[in-house]
């Protein structure tokens, strides 16, 4: 079974950072691609970001409104995902989410981000 | 970016009775691949949301038979057969075909 738990999440300033971790289980990690939505307080769904697998190169893609702030990262050893967030501001007070591939197959319980001075 | 649009917004149904939600997409679908990755999710009430269906029509493992997905191209349908208590949540739909991945707006299916 899929499982995937998020952690990291707190109160944070606007212009700080912040690092989410996805650490996942009951698959092998390494032969999947990773990604990250959020969903802000009252709101619907939206997709922040993805990484492929390393057979895939490993890369990145990133939704508009956080490319070149955030920054997607894997560790295959310990099975975790990473999501480092920087310059964070107001509108990324969310609970974000990982899944499993692009195609969101399985999610976490998601981790609380409160931007806010 | 592909705009998905969902309708109706709410959905109140009676127990036992069908509901079906639309999805449809501003553009095609279809991947070079030949694959359509159109997916439905559940949101129940204070949990996470939860895949249902993905590439249009496959229903994820534990998912009752009760829901099913259909369409092709720009315009896609989740129907549950008969509403039972536990279906109350939001749904919504997601391309993954043309990046970004976009959602559309969530169905308020509730109980009359």
């Given at each position: 079974?899929?499982?995937?738990?998020?952690?990291?999440?707190?109160?944070?300033?606007?212009?700080?950072?912040?690092?989410?971790?996805?650490?996942?289980s009951g698959f092998t990690f390494g032969d999947y691609?990773?990604?990250?939505?959020?969903?802000?307080?009252?709101?619907?769904l939206e997709w922040v970001g993805f990484i492929r697998s390393k057979a895939y190169g490993g890369t990145t893609e990133y939704a508009a409104s956080v490319k070149g702030r955030f920054t997607i990262s894997r560790d295959d050893s310990k099975s975790i995902a990473y999501l480092q967030m920087n310059s964070l501001k107001t509108e990324d007070t969310a609970v974000y989410y990982c899944t499993?591939?692009?195609a969101a197959a399985g999610w976490g319980q998601g981790t609380?981000?409160?931007v806010s001075s | 970016d592909v705009v998905m649009?969902?309708?109706?917004?709410?959905?109140?149904?009676?127990?036992?009775?069908?509901?079906?939600?639309?999805?449809?997409?501003?553009?095609?679908?279809?991947?070079?691949?030949?694959?359509?990755?159109?997916?439905?999710?559940?949101?129940?009430?204070?949990?996470?949301?939860?895949?249902?269906?993905?590439?249009v029509s496959n229903r994820d493992s534990g998912v009752p038979d009760r829901f099913s997905g259909s369409g092709s191209g720009t315009d896609f349908t989740l129907k549950i057969s008969r509403v039972e208590a536990e279906d109350v949540g939001v749904y919504y739909c997601m391309q993954g075909t043309h990046w970004p991945v976009t959602f559309g707006q969530?169905?308020?299916?509730?109980?009359k």
């Open positions: 079974e899929v499982q995937l738990v998020e952690s990291g999440g707190g109160l944070v300033q606007p212009g700080r950072s912040l690092r989410l971790s996805c650490t996942a691609a990773m990604s990250w939505f959020r969903q802000a307080p009252g709101k619907g499993r591939g692009v609380l981000v409160t | 649009t969902q309708s109706p917004l709410s959905l109140p149904v009676t127990l036992g009775q069908p509901a079906s939600i639309s999805c449809r997409s501003s553009q095609s679908l279809v991947y070079s691949d030949g694959n359509t990755y159109l997916n439905w999710f559940q949101q129940r009430p204070g949990q996470s949301p939860r895949r249902l269906i993905y590439k969530g169905t308020k299916v509730e109980i």
